[in-house]
């Protein structure tokens, strides 16, 4: 009972915290990167496929809209537990093949052995327990029908970027008190000081085969101009709760609820893993 109500807390405040940013999203143009891409890229084989998809925490919709638009033939079903599920509807408003609905990942409003596939980016991390997200995930899947997930990565093999989580994560119970706007506010500052102390110098040791290494050890390589870090920024400080994993972790979360052929990378413009399973019972 007393996990349900602590998790039951953290979607209310999750909910609010992301709602926010996902309407801000509304008027991104349609030419982007998207998260999606990138994990294709690390993946040999397609994403997509079969007749239903689900995409957990949907935000603002352009993952949806990058997998159902090239994808014409798979339903995609698109979920997200924030204000996010409006702006998501209006990104794919013109899309045939796209439901969007509001619930939670601990309670997919789905039946179960429905999907032919799952992706999540970003999400299960942000749950109470997610080991409740995989699970309900799993329930959903059908035998042999693989799930894509994106999770932050502890980083204790790098000191440098493990201090930083652990200074980040103290300043959360700080930062959590304040409204989401002032978050985004203090996290819009905060991009540009943080660019040009890492990602500024990161860029220059990339181009050295030398320092390559300097870069891959850096935090918050991936930023690209002053400004570029402010939703990462604020997803650190305005979240009420992370959970980072270890590779270990994340083989452990699918192999405990009926995963087989599990593949584990690294997503380093993210910095955290992606991974991919088979459900297999």
Known sequence: MMLRKLST??????????????????????????????MQEVFPEKIVRGGIGLEVGCGSGWDTFAMASSNPGTRMIALDI?????????????????????????????????????????????????????????RVLKIGAPFFVYLYEDHRQNPLK???????????????RFPPRA??????LL???IVILFSYPAMVFKRFKPTYWIYDLMPFNFGTG???LRGDLYDRFA???????????????????????????????????????VKDK
């Open 9 to 38: 807390d953290i979607d209310e405040e999750t909910a609010d915290c992301y709602g926010r940013l996902w309407r801000a999203h509304r008027a991104l143009p349609r030419e982007q990167n998207y998260h999606f891409q990138a």
């Open 82 to 138: 924030s204000d996010g599920v409006f702006t998501a509807k209006e990104v794919n408003k013109d899309l045939q093949n796209v439901l969007v609905i509001r619930a939670s990942a601990c309670e997919l409003p789905i039946k179960s052995g429905t999907c032919d596939f799952v992706y999540s980016f970003g999400v299960l991390h942000h749950l109470a327990d997610p080991m409740i997200g995989f699970s309900e995930i799993s």
């Open 162 to 176: 493990y201090c930083g989580i652990k200074l980040t994560s103290w300043l959360r119970k700080i930062t959590t």
């Open 183 to 188: 978050v985004a506010f203090f996290s819009c």
């Open 191 to 193: 991009s540009p000081v």
């Open 226 to 228: 002053l400004f570029s």
């Open 239 to 277: 979240a009420p709760l992370e959970h980072r994993f270890s590779d270990g972790q994340v083989r452990d979360a699918f192999l405990k609820n009926g995963f087989s052929n599990i593949r584990v990378t690294r997503l380093k413009a993210a910095a955290g893993y992606a991974a991919q399973a």
